[in-house]
């Protein structure tokens, strides 16, 4: 058995004159769990879409567990399971009643299929709410029981298309340790993200993608190395006072690599961080620009995408 | 097929917890009847009645022979089950009888009646004074048969006096009878003409499966199914439009992620949109049969019939989710659509006085085919009788629903 479980070969997806996904090619390992992290728009679910063999692709191929998308689609839904950005239930439906449709549009039926479906409630935390209507749940509550309806098959990989959007920390926590157990029993799992912090948490490997194309791919430490040892500062200011000539002072102090403005921060990759704050507090100053925060950090992924990129992750 | 079923059992038990469907489904066509019904006096007992013992009031301020013999002809034995004549002296308490509705019509024969068709001892009839007729005009067919037997008898009168200048003439030329003699004998043919006892009223009534006795026109007959088979069109705009809101929800990508085929998905969609609409029809017939008593005709062929109504009305929905892009624009397509299939099939009015080329138009509707099947099977029809109907509701479900199907599936429905 191959050690890879999902090989993309020059995957590409045009929506007529938009290219969504250009070239991407990829391999997942078994038990992994591989972050696609990029900002909103960058094609991660058109990705995911492809693999899932919702949508065809341009051009390319890819493979899940041996199966072409393009050649044997049937065979690939039956070994993933996919957690789609949207809350994708039927809301004056209950979880139990979700649940169990969905399990029989997987094959699924009888005892099997109720005895699992108590399992997956028991893994998201839900149990004591099955019979409650969809309709009633918290914002929390509708992503959990989405990411269990993609658990019920027991599929060997599943895929995660932001699972986390616009709810609770809370609830953010729950998933993402329900995610991390999801792997230790030994689930693949490909979790897309424009979340820094979820894919530094979760991840084996990152691939970082940004207007439809792969634009680097490795472990954290792989990925932070393509920005050295440089710094990340970032010194909040008031947008308004973001001039082009403040942003072109900041560039010409001593030691810094590249500027960017925008979020109502400016952040600069810089070779120390430390010894360069004095400068750049300074020449704030002198451009009228009032410092309110200050930051330094060491390279992490929103320095790799913002050396990458020229823009934040969050733009 | 199995997973087909469960999906169209899925979209049935989400439009049952849908109280606004429901709503709409249910209670409206019932309100919309029943309101109905109580306006035209369906519940009352003062709207159109049965054409049997129809109630007239006659008043004779004549007196002489002609209107004597009127006055037995609404007496007759001849006319007993079919008019209730009440005698009254007073024409404006007649007209007031009519005015409240207690009779259907007044025949006022007034003075000098039959002086104006009989001639006089100098031979000369007298001036003409019509009959009056005052009919309830909520009321046209029982004022009908009164009129009618009023003109019966006058025609016959006509004749009678046809007959007797007739028989004068030959009887002078012969010189059977004297000049002095021609006015009474003329007048003697004529009342006999006039007294006949035959009957001026043939009532046959036929019915299409030969019963003895045909059904009492209801005009909840009418407004039910017409209601019904209207707010069917609703059921199924909303079923088509519960695919493109699966698209919106996700849940339609999220079942295609699965190994689910889109045959399948289609196919139980299609199955979704017909239970509900048959289970929204089975549910009216069985009320408006409990609560207002009306008949539908032969259990199976209505049963038939609603099964290929339902059907035909499910292409009409699948081919809206095809050709609109969001829920909302179903919504819009949808609502006209059902107002114009209303109108045109006839399901607010009979379609019986439209013009010609109407008459081939509503034939798109499954409206028009429904309730043409529904009122022949009300009266008495078969299966047999609406076997054409559902052919042509089948043909229909067919052509619509096979289009819609191309139409989805070569259609990017996900982005």
């Known amino acids: ?315 | 097929m199995k997973k087909a079923l469960l999906i169209g059992l899925k979209d049935l038990i989400i439009v049952a917890r849908d109280r606004t469907a429901l709503l709409l489904m249910l209670a409206a066509p019932f309100a919309l009847a029943l309101g109905l019904g109580l306006v035209t006096g369906r519940f009352s007992g003062a709207s159109e009645t049965p054409i049997e013992e129809i109630p007239v009031v006659i008043v004779d301020q004549d007196g002489q022979q002609l209107s004597q013999a009127l006055v037995e002809v609404f007496n007759s034995a001849d006319v007993a089950t079919l008019l209730d004549p009440a005698a009254e002296s007073d024409p404006a308490a007649a007209r007031a009888a009519v005015d409240d509705e207690r009779a259907a019509a007044a025949v006022i024969i007034p003075p000098g009646f039959t002086d104006s068709i009989i001639p006089r001892e100098d031979g000369v009839p007298g001036p003409v004074v019509p009959i009056e007729i005052y009919a309830d005009p909520a009321r046209k067919i029982s004022s009908s048969v009164v009129q009618a037997v009023v003109q019966q008898f006058l025609a016959r009168v006509e004749s009678g006096v046809v007959a007797g200048q007739v028989a004068v003439s030959q009887l002078l030329e012969h010189n059977l009878i004297t000049p002095e003699q021609a006015v009474t004998v003329g007048q003697n043919v004529g009342l006999d003409a006039a007294q006949s006892n035959e009957s001026l009223v043939n009532l046959a009534t036929e019915t299409l499966s030969g019963e003895d006795e045909a059904r009492e026109f209801d005009v909840m007959a009418i407004l039910a199914p017409g209601f019904a088979v209207f707010f069917l069109m609703f059921t199924v705009t909303n079923g088509g439009r519960s695919l493109l809101d699966e698209r919106t929800d996700w849940t339609l990508q999220r079942l295609l992620t699965t190994p689910t085929s889109m045959t399948a998905v289609l196919s139980g969609k299609v199955i979704g949109i017909f239970l509900a609409g048959f289970a929204q029809m089975v549910i009216l017939i069985l009320g408006t049969t409990l609560l207002f008593g009306l008949y539908w005709g032969d259990l199976r062929a209505v049963i038939a019939l609603i099964a290929a109504t339902v059907l035909g009305a499910t292409g009409w929905g699948m081919l809206l989710a095809a050709l609109a892009r969001t829920p909302n624009q179903v919504n819009s397509i949808g609502t006209a659509l059902m107002i114009l299939f209303g109108i045109l099939g006839g399901s607010f009015a009979p379609s019986a006085n439209f013009p010609a080329a109407l008459q081939s138009l509503r034939l798109i509707t499954p409206n028009a085919w429904a309730l043409d099947g529904l009122a022949v099977l009300a009266l008495g029809g078969t299966m047999v009788d609406v076997g054409q109907t559902m052919l042509a509701l089948l043909l229909m479900a067919l052509l619509l629903g096979g289009v819609a199907v191309f139409i989805l599936r070569h259609k990017q429905v996900f982005f």
Not at chain 1, 47 to 57: A, K, W
Request: glycine share 10%; hydrophobic share 40%.
């Open chain 1, 1 to 315: 058995m191959s050690d890879l479980i999902v090989t993309t070969n020059n995957l590409s997806k045009s929506f007529g004159d938009v290219q969504a996904v250009r070239g991407v090619t990829f391999g997942i390992r078994r038990g992994e769990i591989f972050s696609l992290l990029g900002p909103n728009g960058a094609g991660k679910t058109t990705t995911i879409s492809m693999l899932s063999c919702l949508i065809e692709p341009t051009s390319g191929d890819a493979l899940v567990d041996g199966h072409s998308i393009r050649g044997a689609p049937q065979a690939v839904k039956e070994v993933i399971g996919v957690v789609p950005q949207e809350v994708a239930l039927y809301q004056s439906l209950s979880a139990h009643e979700n649940l169990l449709f969905w399990g029989q549009m997987y094959g699924m039926n009888g005892n099997i299929l109720r005895q699992r479906i108590a399992e997956v409630l028991q893994t998201v935390g839900l149990a004591d709410r099955a019979k409650d209507r969809i309709e009633t749940y918290s914002g929390g509550m509708k992503r959990r029981i989405n990411i269990a309806v993609g658990l019920l098959h027991r599929p060997r990989l599943v895929f995660m298309d932001e699972p986390t959007v616009g709810i609770d920390p809370q609830s953010r926590r729950n998933i993402l340790d329900t995610v991390k157990t999801l792997n230790e029993q030994g689930m693949t799992v490909l979790y897309t993200t424009h979340y820094m912090e979820e894919a530094q948490e979760l991840s084996d490997r990152i691939g970082i993608i940004d207007h439809g194309e792969l634009i680097a791919l490795g472990t954290q430490e792989e990925l932070s190395q393509l920005v050295g040892q440089e710094d990340v500062v970032e010194l909040r200011i008031t947008e308004m006072q973001v001039t082009p000539a403040l942003l072109q002072a900041l560039e010409q102090a001593s030691g810094v690599r590249q500027v960017n403005a925008g979020d109502g921060a400016v952040s600069l990759i810089v070779e120390d961080g430390h010894a360069a704050l004095p400068e750049l507090i300074a020449t704030s100053n002198r451009h009228e620009a009032r410092v309110t925060g200050v930051s330094v950090r060491e390279p992490n992924l929103e320095a790799v995408f913002l050396h990458l990129t020229g823009r934040a992750l969050r733009d």
